[in-house]
């Protein structure tokens, strides 16, 4: 195999272990059928290709050595997957091949070294996912969606959930939301993500999607655990992305797809995987048992550099180097054939060199294979040098596909040098206990105090900025009046009763220049009879607090309020909340619960404060106004 021709002497390094050496026959094409014009062309290789011959006859090996559990002498054990490796010149479509012919044999394999990220199936099922969050009305992004690990509908799900449909197939699934229970859980993950896609970045919303919402454990239950690779390459790109642009799904979809990130992937931890690479990325590594099916292609002519250059002196150091550039054969004189020459015999001695690292990566098996194309294999291929190598030296071997091989082997004759104890289960994934599956037990309270006027439940909806007040009053919002009137009921009882009808005026005006005067008057007319309402007088009295703050404990738990108004009286404690920008309800209409968690948590921390005195909570609505006195028996069902 040296480029002189020259004798060659090897001396082993693990002397009395068993080695082996199989040439198999190349796998030539058979006569293909005619295919019709219009027939659909196939992007996947056809059953009956080389490529996928030799592909089939790989795995089928290797799945043989593993279910029969064929001793790997040198090792004292059975053949374990992560004992193999397969390598390749180029990524070429037969190591696609050959990875699904492996895990159509069950057996686990790594995939490749080096990946496009915007192909895997994981990441494309995640990118498909946020299309649909950006577009819903997009059926064919959804079907994808819905047909993918994240939600797993079968195609008879898809089948009866689009057929005969009168809009869009997400209208479609919401309308029909509680006809299965396969359609409701779909439904109602898909409007959880929605709800969160506008507020979150995409980096936090795919970890959250990944990890508390279980999405990498349905990717890798119908992918595989290779599918983690790119997942992580995934999440780590979406930091980076927001690290340099402002973070929105829109913008991550759009940069990773534009930018088509390759990934080298590690293959060297221990995952008793097959693993599949390149020569050159092998460089350093070693296995047991080394496949080389890509070995009937060389460098041709094609490959010769259109540029030569031609040194002066002996071509040695940083002598003066001229470029030639003949542009056309015809163009050439003899030192240009000359230089093409010496660049064809320096490729020459590299490809034989790069053999070397292939077959240098086994450690006591080597299994040679190839395919040819319709034109052959090239003269002074891989497989030309291995076969006149082997010339004389090789047995014949029946091979397990009715074809005969060569091989060269020797016994074991020394005590195995790789040999241990064989760990129960070793070789397969450790069994993960209940608690490592299960979602972690809720964190404790956070020291943070409760704040009764920021309710965890959801608020009733604001009023509208552009809403008017109605009747005259069409120039000021319903949100706009109810904050004046807030603040007049704030600052008002501090005044004396006679003072107080001139300070609202001056206020509006200052406050609200835009209305007349006769606007200003409605409004503050509005205010002082809310202050001259006898019901209510204890509250605006001399003495009664305004937006005054409590903080306590009540069950181990400490709560910090500011209450809007507040009376404390001998017998009794009346405490009033402002509702300056929310409609009261309606005749027959309930409170809403977040109010009644609200002054129920002020209720208590009163009673905490004025053990001896009765606790009384009431809203009062500005938009109106409206005062609304809450039982006590309802605000204890809502007590914290």
């Known amino acids: 195999l040296t480029a002189t021709g020259g004798e060659t002497r090897h001396l082993a390094f693990r002397g009395g272990q068993a080695g082996y050496v199989e040439l198999w026959p190349t796998v030539t094409p058979q006569q293909a059928e005619e295919s019709e014009p219009w027939d659909a062309p196939l992007d996947r290789i056809a059953a009956a290709s080389p490529e996928t011959v030799l592909a089939t006859r790989i795995a089928a090996r290797i799945s043989g050595w593993i279910e029969n559990r064929e001793i790997l002498e040198s090792q004292g054990r059975p053949i374990r997957p992560g004992d193999i490796l397969v390598l390749v010149r180029r990524r070429t479509p037969f190591v696609d091949e050959l990875v699904r012919c492996l895990k159509n044999h069950e057996v686990p394999v790594a995939g490749t070294d080096r990946m496009v ?127 340099a642009h402002t973070p929105s799904l829109q913008g991550f979809l759009h940069w990773l797809a534009a930018g088509s990130a390759e990934i080298k992937r590690d293959l060297e931890q221990d995952r008793d995987e097959v693993r599949v690479m390149t020569v050159h990325g092998a460089k350093g590594l070693e296995a047991n048992i080394v496949f080389l099916p890509d070995t009937c292609g060389a460098l041709g002519a094609h490959h010769d550099e259109a540029m030569l250059w031609a040194t002066e002196g002996d071509g040695e150091g940083d002598d003066l180097k001229m470029a030639l550039w003949p542009v056309g054969r015809d163009n050439e004189d003899k030192l240009c054939a000359v230089l093409r020459e010496h660049g064809r015999a320096r490729r020459s001695d590299e490809h034989r060199r790069l053999l070397y690292v292939a077959m240098t990566r086994a450690r006591d098996r080597l299994y040679v294979g190839g395919w040819e194309t319709k034109n052959g294999r090239t003269a002074g291929c891989w497989y030309d040098l291995v076969r006149d190598a082997l010339e004389g030296a090789a047995e014949s071997v029946e091979l397990e596909f009715g074809e005969t091989g060569w091989c060269l082997a020797t016994p074991q004759t020394a005590q195995p040098d790789g040999e241990r104890k064989e760990a129960p289960g070793a070789g397969k994934a450790p069994h993960l206990p209940g608690w490592a599956r299960a979602l972690p037990p809720q964190d404790p309270l956070p020291p943070a105090p409760l704040a009764p006027s920021r309710p965890q439940t959801e608020e009733p909806a604001v009023l509208s900025p552009l809403e008017t007040s109605g ?114 309800p309606k005749e027959g209409e309930a409170v809403p619960e977040a109010y009644l968690k609200q002054m129920a948590a002020y209720r208590a921390l009163c009673r905490e404060i004025y053990p001896d005195k009765d606790i009384c909570c009431a809203l009062l609505w500005t938009e109106g106004p409206a005062f609304t006195l809450l039982e006590g028996a309802v605000l204890d069902r809502h007590a914290p």
Not at 482 to 504: C, F, I, M, W, Y
């Open 117 to 243: 990220l915007t192909e895997q199936m994981a990441v494309m099922d995640l990118m498909a996912l946020g299309a649909f969050l950006l577009l819903p009305e997009d059926d064919l992004t959804l079907a994808v969606v819905l047909k993918g690990p994240l939600l797993g509908f079968n195609d008879d799900d898809l089948f009866a959930l689009a057929r005969g449909r009168k809009g869009t197939l997400w209208a479609e699934l919401q309308t029909r939301r509680k006809e299965t229970p396969h359609f409701t859980a779909a439904c109602d993950e898909l409007r959880a993500f929605l709800k969160r896609a506008d507020f979150t970045s995409p980096f936090a919303f795919y970890a959250e999607l990944l990890g508390p919402g279980d999405g990498r454990r349905r990717l890798t239950a119908r992918l595989g655990l290779d599918a983690n690779d790119p997942i992580d390459e995934f999440l780590n790109l979406a930091l980076d992305f927001e690290r």
């Open 471 to 584: 009747g005259k009053d069409k120039a000021l919002s319903v949100l706009a009046r109810g904050r004046l009137v807030h603040r007049l009921l704030q600052n008002l009882p501090d005044l004396a009763a006679s003072a107080r009808e001139k300070a609202t005026l001056d206020y509006l005006a200052l406050a609200a220049p835009t209305l007349d005067e006769k606007k200003r008057r409605a409004i503050a007319k509005e205010a002082l009879e809310v202050l001259e309402t006898p019901g209510l007088a204890p509250l605006f009295a001399p003495g009664s607090l305004a937006e005054a703050s409590l903080c306590g404990v009540v069950n181990g738990r400490v709560i910090s309020g500011q209450v809007d108004r507040m009376a404390v009286g001998e017998k009794e404690v009346l405490v009033v909340d402002y509702k300056s920008n929310r409609a009261p």
